[in-house]
């Protein structure tokens, strides 16, 4: 099973009781998606929807890329970064 590094940005904080950045295992984005609510119970629910896709409002980045599918495999010492977009007029 592959480490992995997960930053968050601020607006997620109060998810992660705070954590800005944590160490988790899983080989794909849904497996940490998974792994970090097994940590943070309800965060994946407020990153994927019903239909196991990333939020229109979530990005996910993998090493500086944009991540949106919950299939993409992931490597030891693979970076992610979670951003939660700020809508509104």
Do not use: C, W
């Amino acid at each position: 099973m592959s480490r992995v590094e997960v930053r968050f940005a601020a607006l997620l904080h109060t998810y992660t009781r705070g954590a800005r950045t944590v160490r988790t295992a899983g080989d794909t984005l849904g497996g940490v998606l998974d792994a970090l609510d097994r940590r943070f119970p309800g965060i994946r629910f407020r990153l994927v929807d019903e239909q196991d896709r990333l939020r229109r409002h979530v990005r996910v980045f993998l090493n500086g890329v944009d991540a949106r599918d919950m299939t993409t495999a992931l490597q030891d010492g693979d970076k992610l970064y979670i951003v939660g977009a700020l809508s509104g007029g």
